[in-house]
């Protein structure tokens, strides 16, 4: 019944190392959302996809690339983990890019050793 | 560039202690306020959009407002299951805009 679902929950990795994120939303909504949301909380966007369209781009390093192989997913790969990557990612869905509530996933905190 | 800004940071109240949350905010043209509430370890849980000046909407024992400048959350006779951190968000005007989130405030409400 998850709407939207984040794998892994947890993710604790050496600095260097490349890993992935997963999300799945089913509420078939057509735009869906990276979010970092670091220790003092604040919750910033990082990309954006609509119908499988990359339609947001903030400054983020060319270290993250996310990957949206349909509507309903939205995948976030990170190479070469630094320290700074340490936080929680969020994924999130709405239906269209205006107006619309984003729906979150639960987040992936991810810990670089 | 948009801004949001929340106060107090923290906020701690007795059971049926009635308060208001506030959310200031900048933008280029508002397009929605939308306000979220976030429990520990789980993700942002949608409440409420505003979208023009004078607009209120309500659910529960809370209750959102907005003028030109802010918004307020407020909670009347909170109960310990209200505790958690509100987050407030800006979309500006314009095709694609993203949300643009305050720091956001924890409410504790003792019983």
């Known amino acids: 019944d998850t709407a939207v679902s984040q794998t892994p929950k947890y993710l604790v990795t050496q600095m260097g190392n490349d890993k992935s994120i997963k999300c799945e939303q089913n509420l078939g909504h057509d735009t869906m959302y990276w979010y970092k949301q670091d220790s003092k909380k604040f919750l910033k966007i990082m990309f954006s996809?609509?119908?499988?369209?990359?339609?947001i781009n903030e400054t983020v390093p060319n270290r993250f690339s996310p990957k949206s192989p349909d509507k309903a997913h939205l995948n976030l790969h990170i190479n070469s983990l630094e320290l700074g990557d340490s936080a929680v990612y969020f994924c999130?869905?709405?239906?269209?890019?205006?107006?619309?509530?984003?729906?979150f996933g639960d987040g992936t905190r991810l810990s670089i050793l | 560039e948009d801004q949001v800004t929340q106060s107090p940071e923290a906020l701690r109240l007795q059971e049926g202690e009635s308060s208001s949350l506030n959310c200031s905010y900048t933008v280029s043209g508002l397009r929605g306020l939308f306000w979220y509430r976030q429990d520990p370890g789980k993700g942002p849980e949608f409440l409420f959009t505003l979208y023009s000046a004078g607009e209120e909407k309500e659910k529960e024992r809370l209750k959102a407002t907005l003028t030109k400048k802010e918004s307020f959350l407020h909670i009347t006779a909170p109960k310990p299951e209200d505790s958690a951190t509100y987050l407030c968000a800006v979309q500006a005007a314009g095709a694609n805009s993203k949300l643009t989130f305050g720091k956001g405030i924890t409410l504790s409400v003792r019983p």
């Open positions: 999130a869905s709405s239906q269209g890019t205006v107006d619309q509530p984003q729906h």
């Open positions: 996809y609509n119908n499988k369209e990359l339609i």
